[in-house]
């Protein structure tokens, strides 16, 4: 402020006056506060460091284990062996889907290239067509990230393909009886963002393989968490130089293969990348208590 020209017994005063501001006082408190949540959730992320982490692999886990084990404690596992008397993984061709649902109207994700932020304004990139049309630009696609059937697509898609949500196992073990899922598909190189959700997920696999890279809760000071669940933070290549703070990140890499589910416990951040050709179905309808969206801050487009 006298570097500006302000008389040093001016500044002085207002500086004191500043001090005395029941509103800096607040944001120092909050400040403080803030600190103190970072130090313990950085805790955590310091002792995930200690040793190389990895999604285990349980065959046909028992439900109380899955509850006590994972559920409860909020930590991912792939479950394998659940879908081996299944029809879907063999039954969901291209040709079967088509013959089966291709007149029905379905809705797609398209112009994803186009948009850096096609996950967040995915209200934009909404295309109807008839299924039949959609699998065989599929198969002809090769890879891209251009368009993709996604959970975003469920309230116009869920009574279209209903019929095959038959075909799976009711996973009583896990879920509600009468459970339902949210139906993806899409070709090689679909990418959905670095992102948490505000519930438990099941992944499972039906065909193709996935990628996923997974980040503990307890690093979402430094996911760079842009605007309500979302991460700029690209998981196809970590760019340090412009985000620092990954250095420090421990993260989990696996690959979902065919006929495995992938549990994502609420609020570890996600990064999926298809490697093939891939159908997975996602479903939230636990047996156990899984409202945190209920208790989720409000006005989180920062």
Same mark, same amino acid.
């Given at each position: 402020?006298?570097?500006?020209?302000?008389?040093?017994?001016?500044?002085?005063?207002?500086?004191?006056?500043?001090?005395?501001? @029941?509103?800096?006082?607040?944001?120092?408190?909050?400040?403080?506060?803030?600190?103190?949540?970072?130090?313990?959730?950085?805790?955590?992320?310091?002792?995930?460091?200690?040793? @190389?982490?990895?999604?285990?692999?349980?065959?046909?886990?028992?439900?109380?284990?899955?509850?006590?084990?994972?559920?409860?404690?909020?930590?991912?596992?792939?479950?394998?062996?659940?879908?081996?008397?299944?029809?879907?993984?063999?039954?969901?061709?291209?040709?079967?889907?088509?013959?089966?649902?291709?007149?029905?109207?379905?809705?797609?994700?398209?112009?994803?290239?186009?948009?850096?932020?096609?996950?967040?304004?995915?209200?934009?990139?909404?295309?109807?067509? @008839?299924?039949?049309?959609?699998?065989?630009?599929?198969?002809?696609?090769?890879?891209?990230?251009?368009?993709?059937?996604?959970?975003?697509?469920?309230?116009?898609?869920?009574?279209?393909?209903?019929?095959?949500?038959?075909?799976?196992?009711?996973?009583?073990?896990?879920?509600?009886?009468?459970?339902?899922?949210?139906?993806?598909?899409?070709?090689?190189?679909?990418?959905?963002?670095?992102?948490?959700?505000?519930?438990?997920?099941?992944?499972?696999?039906?065909?193709?393989?996935?990628?996923?890279?997974?980040?503990?809760?307890?690093?979402?000071?430094?996911?760079?968490?842009?605007?309500?669940?979302?991460?700029?933070?690209?998981?196809?290549?970590?760019?340090?130089?412009?985000?620092?703070?990954?250095?420090?990140?421990?993260?989990?890499?696996?690959?979902?293969?065919?006929?495995?589910?992938?549990?994502?416990?609420?609020?570890?951040?996600?990064?999926?990348?298809?490697?093939?050709?891939?159908?997975?179905?996602?479903?939230?309808?636990?047996?156990?208590?899984?409202?945190?969206?209920?208790?989720?801050?409000?006005?989180?487009?920062?």
């Amino acid at each position: 402020m006298v570097q500006s020209g302000i008389a040093e017994p001016a500044a002085r005063a207002e500086v004191e006056a500043a001090l005395r501001s @029941p509103y800096l006082r607040g944001v120092a408190r909050l400040h403080n506060r803030l600190a103190k949540r970072d130090w313990v959730l950085g805790i955590q992320s310091r002792l995930n460091q200690l040793a @190389p982490a990895e999604v285990p692999r349980r065959a046909r886990l028992a439900g109380d284990d899955f509850l006590h084990q994972y559920y409860r404690r909020n930590q991912p596992v792939i479950i394998t062996g659940m879908l081996d008397d299944s029809p879907a993984p063999t039954r969901w061709t291209f040709d079967y889907l088509a013959a089966q649902l291709g007149e029905r109207e379905v809705e797609v994700q398209f112009g994803r290239n186009a948009d850096p932020d096609y996950e967040m304004n995915s209200q934009s990139h909404k295309r109807r067509m @008839p299924f039949g049309e959609y699998v065989a630009l599929v198969r002809d696609a090769g890879v891209t990230n251009d368009f993709y059937m996604t959970a975003n697509n469920d309230g116009h898609n869920r009574a279209a393909l209903q019929e095959l949500m038959r075909d799976l196992p009711p996973l009583d073990a896990y879920l509600q009886a009468g459970s339902s899922g949210f139906f993806w598909f899409g070709p090689a190189g679909t990418v959905t963002p670095f992102h948490h959700d505000l519930t438990n997920n099941f992944m499972i696999q039906v065909a193709g393989r996935k990628r996923v890279r997974l980040v503990a809760p307890c690093d979402t000071p430094r996911m760079y968490n842009q605007r309500h669940c979302f991460s700029p933070v690209d998981g196809r290549h970590i760019d340090l130089q412009r985000f620092p703070l990954m250095a420090g990140v421990a993260v989990i890499d696996c690959v979902l293969e065919p006929g495995e589910i992938l549990f994502l416990p609420v609020g570890w951040w996600h990064f999926v990348e298809a490697l093939d050709v891939t159908i997975t179905v996602s479903t939230t309808h636990f047996k156990w208590d899984n409202d945190f969206y209920s208790h989720y801050p409000a006005n989180q487009d920062f």
